[in-house]
């Protein structure tokens, strides 16, 4: 908005997403309103989960979903018309960005599209804005809970909010120096990466023990079959979806299952007594407080960057773009190629450190 108003553009703003922008609804947006945004956490816009393309998922074929979302996005495109606007900033993560791409590739739309969603998985851009917030306030949550853990001897599973990718899980936890990480990239066994290492740190006399777990991180299929009492693989194939499809993981709490079948287990809780430590397991749903608060100081220049180079495209008449963070610099990619999904690497350096901090912090007690 200040690149816009130094340049006399006017701007309006579009309610609820994609939602007001199929029913038309808007707000005139003045500088004078607006000119500290950055320093807010959420939306003053609103947000929802409409997804414009959901008549796609009764397609019976492939041609048929191709030709029915050219349909919808050349419908879609049409609206610039009926709310009054020359051009378009999407900002969203996949699903926002997808629908936004299939406006530009089939309907020729003036859309420009600006990477924001907590959970950090758009392949165009190294971070979104949001995500380091998001990650500092999990990791004060772990980084608190563990005077409880530490003064009660308990297991504290810490569910942290990614569907299916676990950067925030995985940063937050490393950040925290949390005794377990579990992300949705490496399905986990629950007998040789929970508990077989909980027995490992007990022996070496740790008392508390932190597992920071994404929503949907998911145990190997011969895990499931072996080593769960409680669920099976139709509890997680049985899940219901939401309007794009995907499964409602935060459905399945799979930090309370974590949490039950660790309390279950006798045979933990007959090595936890016999390193003379307690034997209790709590879980912790973090869900929609990780949205919480004013963003950092990170998140708010990162925010301003991407709005400025929004802009700047707008003003150039050059669309079909994603404005992206690459290294230090701001960068402009295809719509196309930034709107899709990233996830961890396992070759990564994070998930090495990962795994050194779980094998070292209990062999360091050994020495």
């Known amino acids: ?49 409409t997804n414009p393309f959901k008549k796609l998922q009764k397609a019976k074929s492939e041609e048929e979903k191709e030709k029915l979302k050219e349909e919808i996005a050349k419908d879609m495109a049409k609206k610039f018309e009926k709310l009054d606007i020359d051009a378009l900033i999407a900002i969203g993560g996949d699903d926002t960005l997808g629908v936004a791409n299939s406006m530009y590739k089939y309907g020729n739309a003036n859309v420009i599209g600006c990477p924001k969603t907590i959970d950090n998985d758009l392949a165009g851009t190294d971070f979104t804005f949001g995500f380091w917030s998001a990650v500092q306030l999990a990791s004060n949550t772990m ?38 990480i579990l992300v949705p990239e490496t399905p986990f066994s629950f007998q040789n990466h929970v508990i077989d290492v909980l027995k490992r740190r007990v022996k070496a006399g ?77 879980d912790v749903v973090l869900g929609h407080t990780m949205r919480a608060g004013t963003p950092n100081s990170f ?42 999904k990233k996830y961890i690497d396992p070759k990564e350096d994070e998930v090495e450190l990962r795994n050194l901090l779980i094998k070292i912090r209990y062999k360091s007690r050994e020495i």
Request: hydrophobic letters at 35%.
């Open 299 to 340: 998140d708010r220049i990162l925010g301003l960057r991407l709005g400025l180079a929004a802009m700047k495209l707008v003003l150039n008449n050059d669309f079909g773009k994603m404005v992206a963070l690459k290294g230090t610099k701001i960068k402009n990619v295809p719509l196309s190629e930034g709107s899709k």
């Open 143 to 180: 980084d608190n809970l563990t005077t409880t853990a530490r003064s009660h001897q308990r297991i504290f599973i810490v569910e942290i909010m990614g569907r299916d990718a676990g950067f925030l899980t995985m940063y937050s936890g490393i950040s925290s120096g949390a005794d377990i």
């Open 1 to 49: 908005m200040l690149k816009a108003f130094d340049s006399n553009v006017e701007c309006v703003g579009i309610l609820k997403g994609w939602k007001g922008f199929m029913e038309n609804i808007t707000i005139p947006l003045k500088i004078q309103d607006h000119d500290d945004l950055h320093t807010l956490g959420g939306t003053f816009l609103y947000t929802s989960r």
């Open 206 to 282: 740790h008392k508390y023990h932190i597992i920071a777990c994404s929503e949907g991180a998911y145990p190997s299929d011969k895990s499931l079959e072996n080593d769960f009492k409680t669920i099976s693989k139709e509890t997680i194939q049985q899940l219901p979806k939401d309007s794009f499809g995907n499964p409602l993981l935060n459905r399945l709490n799979i930090s309370q299952i974590l949490s039950k079948e660790i309390n279950l287990r006798e045979d933990l809780k007959e090595e936890f007594e016999n390193n003379n430590a307690n034997f209790e397991c709590r």
